[in-house]
């Protein structure tokens, strides 16, 4: 049997090399045709001698050219710069599956280049989703990809859903399901217990410093604000067609419990595992299979309490943010999703304080007019132009 043939985009980062990971335990079911980074080449060189891919794109040309260099003993792989080659080796048709684990607004094109052909997208890069909404599941359901949800809660929530309800991503009518809500569930990042007024004060290490997961730098830092929970609501309104009253958030320290599925006659469904993104990953893999993720089971015996609180509004303020964006309209959240990139970035090289990432967002969509977003196009363009109008708000407050 050939395997499933596969494309990782962003295959250096944490979701990138949980993925390498789950291919490695089922070496005879899955091929690597491409990994795909930005510009770490002593990482990209150590996947391309453990896996021997077809093609490794490098997005920085220089990088692609040290990478040749260094792969000069392995002439079967091809090496590729720049950012129209992740387009190619997405939608190329050797590939089966594409998992989408670039980080923020760049992984929109690469991703949409898989969901046009008709690929099984493995779908962890979610602000592609979050600044493009209708129009990506639009592309999805015209193409005819399938999409599957890597993030661990829509991950949880679409294990508890109907199989009906999972081949109809984007278009399920709830109701009709016999759901009346979808519970997200989140951890409350490393500042939970934090008293609000040192806040401020946080360091980007601190940030970084998530309780349960081990994750990329911007996706922490997205914890630490409950920005992250605030895309993933996002996410969720488009991939489970939700209206503003079935979708909740709920604070679980824990993280045992991955998201919940609210039904109408009093059930709740709930998926539960180890905070490790192996699972989620090979489940999108495998599916509709199960197979061994190498991640070890929960022992309830040791798991202790497993207890749930409301969310704090005054300690999460991106986290409003992202609940008014998500019903105000697309432009908002490809606003708030470009302005905090910036913002996050800007905090992690010490120019704004913690603080000053909602401040950022929020001045931003405030000063911002909401153009109607019709194309894939005019998404791009406004996202460039509200990064350039958060960039002008960071100056002012350094
Ligand atoms: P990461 O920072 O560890 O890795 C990011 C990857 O993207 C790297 O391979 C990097 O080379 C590549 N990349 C960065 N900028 C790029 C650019 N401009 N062009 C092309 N490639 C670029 O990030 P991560 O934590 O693996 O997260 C990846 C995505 O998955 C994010 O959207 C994140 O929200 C989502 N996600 C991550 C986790 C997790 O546990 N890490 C969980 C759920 C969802
Ligand atoms: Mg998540």
Same mark, same amino acid.
């Given at each position: 049997?050939?395997?499933?043939?596969?494309?990782?985009?962003?295959?250096t980062?944490?979701?990138?090399?949980? /993925?390498? #990971?789950?291919?490695?335990?089922?070496?005879?079911?899955?091929?690597?045709?491409?990994?795909?980074?930005? =510009?770490?080449? /002593?990482?990209?060189?150590?996947?391309?001698?453990?896996?021997?891919?077809?093609?490794?794109?490098?997005?920085d040309?220089?990088?692609?050219n040290?990478?040749r260099?260094?792969?000069?003993?392995?002439?079967?792989?091809?090496?590729?710069?720049?950012?129209?080659?992740?387009?190619?080796?997405?939608?190329?048709?050797?590939?089966?599956?594409?998992m989408?684990?670039?980080?923020?607004?760049a992984?929109?094109a690469?991703?949409?280049?898989?969901?046009?052909?008709?690929?099984?997208?493995?779908?962890?890069?979610?602000?592609a989703?979050?600044?493009?909404?209708q129009l990506?599941m #639009?592309? !999805?359901q015209?193409?005819?990809?399938?999409?599957?949800? !890597?993030d661990?809660?829509?991950?949880?929530?679409?294990?508890?859903?109907?199989?009906?309800?999972?081949? /109809?991503?984007?278009q399920v009518?709830?109701e009709?399901?016999?759901?009346?809500?979808?519970?997200l569930t989140?951890?409350?990042?490393?500042?939970?217990?934090?008293?609000?007024?040192?806040?401020?004060?946080?360091t980007?290490?601190?940030?970084?410093?998530?309780?349960?997961w =081990?994750?990329?730098?911007k996706?922490s830092?997205?914890?630490? /604000?409950?920005?992250?929970?605030?895309?993933?609501?996002?996410?969720?309104?488009?991939?489970?067609?939700?209206?503003?009253?079935?979708? #909740?958030?709920v604070?679980?320290p824990? =993280?045992?419990?991955?998201?919940?599925?609210?039904?109408? #006659?009093?059930?709740?469904?709930a998926?539960?595992?180890?905070p490790?993104?192996?699972?989620?990953?090979?489940h999108?893999?495998?599916?509709?299979?199960?197979?061994?993720?190498?991640?070890k089971?929960?022992?309830?015996?040791?798991?202790?309490?497993?207890?749930?609180?409301?969310?704090?509004?005054?300690?999460?303020?991106?986290l409003?943010?992202?609940?008014?964006?998500?019903?105000?309209?697309?432009?908002a959240?490809?606003?708030?999703?470009?302005?905090?990139?910036?913002?996050?970035?800007?905090?992690?090289?010490?120019?704004i304080?913690?603080?000053?990432?909602?401040?950022?967002?929020?001045?931003?969509?405030?000063?911002?007019?909401?153009?109607?977003l019709g194309s894939?196009?005019d998404v !791009?363009?406004?996202?460039?132009?509200?990064r350039?109008?958060?960039?002008?708000?960071?100056?002012?407050?350094?």
């Open positions: 049997m050939s395997g499933q043939r596969l494309t990782i985009l962003g295959a980062g944490s979701i990138g090399s949980s /993925t390498l #990971d789950v291919i490695a335990q089922h070496p005879q079911r899955f091929e690597l045709f491409a990994v795909t980074a930005h =510009s770490n080449v /002593t990482a990209m060189e150590a996947i391309c001698q453990r896996f021997t891919p077809s093609y490794a794109v490098m997005v040309e220089q990088a692609a040290r990478l260099e260094a792969l000069a003993d392995k002439p079967e792989i091809t090496v590729l710069a720049g950012a129209q080659a992740l387009l190619e080796v997405s939608a190329a048709s050797e590939v089966d599956q594409v989408a684990a670039i980080v923020g607004a992984g929109l690469p991703t949409l280049a898989a969901v046009k052909a008709g690929k099984r997208v493995l779908l962890a890069n979610k602000e989703l979050v600044m493009s909404g990506f #639009d592309a !999805v015209h193409y005819g990809a399938e999409l599957l949800p !890597v661990s809660e829509h991950n949880a929530i679409f294990q508890c859903l109907t199989t009906h309800a999972q081949s /109809t991503l984007g009518d709830l009709a399901e016999g759901i009346s809500k979808i519970l989140g951890s409350g990042g490393p500042f939970l217990n934090l008293p609000v007024n040192q806040l401020n004060q946080q980007p290490a601190a940030a970084c410093k998530h309780p349960n =081990s994750m990329g730098q996706i830092v997205d914890s630490a /604000t409950m920005l992250n929970k605030g895309l993933e609501y996002i996410e969720a309104r488009w991939l489970f067609n939700c209206r503003r009253e079935q979708l #909740d958030i604070i679980h824990q =993280s045992v419990i991955h998201s919940m599925v609210q039904y109408s #006659d009093g059930s709740v469904l998926q539960l595992g180890q490790d993104m192996k699972t989620p990953i090979a999108c893999m495998h599916y509709p299979h199960r197979r061994s993720s190498g991640v089971a929960l022992d309830f015996t040791q798991l202790g309490a497993l207890t749930f609180v409301t969310v704090d509004e005054q300690r999460y303020p991106c409003r943010l992202a609940q008014q964006a998500c019903w105000q309209g697309q432009a959240t490809t606003a708030l999703n470009a302005s905090n990139e910036i913002a996050v970035e800007n905090f992690l090289a010490e120019r304080q913690f603080g000053q990432i909602s401040e950022v967002c929020d001045r931003v969509l405030q000063q911002l007019q909401m153009p109607a894939i196009d !791009v363009a406004f996202d460039q132009k509200v350039r109008v958060a960039f002008e708000c960071v100056e002012a407050l350094t």
